[in-house]
C-alpha cells in the first residue's frame, strides 16, 4: 500500500548525503524510536546514534549509519541534521573495533565528570552503533 511521501533532507558538516521524497523516515531519538510520515506534527528531536531508515516505498530503504544531531519535522518535510552518516556499506567493521578501543581507553584515562570522559562516552556510543550496523551488513 503506496504512503503519501514527503520531503526529507540529511545533512552533515561535508554537505547533503540525501535529498528526496520518502514515504517515512525511521530513527532514534533520545526518547525512544521514532517513525515519521508525511503530515507529522511539526516536531524537533535531538538524534542517537543509529540506523536511519528512509522508506522511498516497502522495499525500496535507503540506510545510513547515523551519529547524533538533530530532526526538524514541518510543513510536511523533515531536516535531519547530523554529524555523520554513512553508508553502511562503507563501514570497515576492523577500523570501527579500533576507533572504539581508542574510545574506551580514552573513556577510562579521563577523570569523573570531566569533559574529556563526555566526549569519549558520546564517542563510544557512535562508534558501538555504527560497528552493530556494519557487523549486520556482513
Do not use: C, W
Amino acid at each position: 500500500m503506496a504512503h503519501t511521501k514527503f520531503q526529507v533532507e540529511v545533512l552533515t558538516p561535508d554537505g547533503e548525503v540525501f535529498n528526496d521524497e520518502v514515504e517515512m523516515v525511521s530513527t532514534f531519538t533520545g526518547v525512544g524510536s521514532i517513525g515519521i510520515l508525511a503530515n507529522h506534527t511539526p516536531l524537533l528531536a535531538m538524534l542517537d546514534p543509529t540506523e536511519l531508515r528512509l522508506y522511498r516505498s516497502d522495499d525500496d530503504i535507503v540506510r545510513f549509519a547515523q551519529a547524533e544531531g538533530y530532526m526538524q519535522v514541518g510543513h510536511n518535510r523533515a531536516l535531519l541534521l547530523v554529524e555523520e552518516a554513512h553508508e553502511p556499506s562503507a563501514l570497515d567493521p576492523e577500523d570501527l573495533r579500533e576507533r572504539l578501543s581508542v574510545a574506551e581507553r580514552e573513556y577510562d584515562d579521563a577523570a569523573e565528570d570531566s569533559e574529556k570522559r563526555r566526549m569519549a562516552r558520546r564517542t563510544r556510543r557512535r562508534l558501538e552503533a555504527f560497528l552493530a550496523i556494519a557487523s549486520a551488513g556482513s
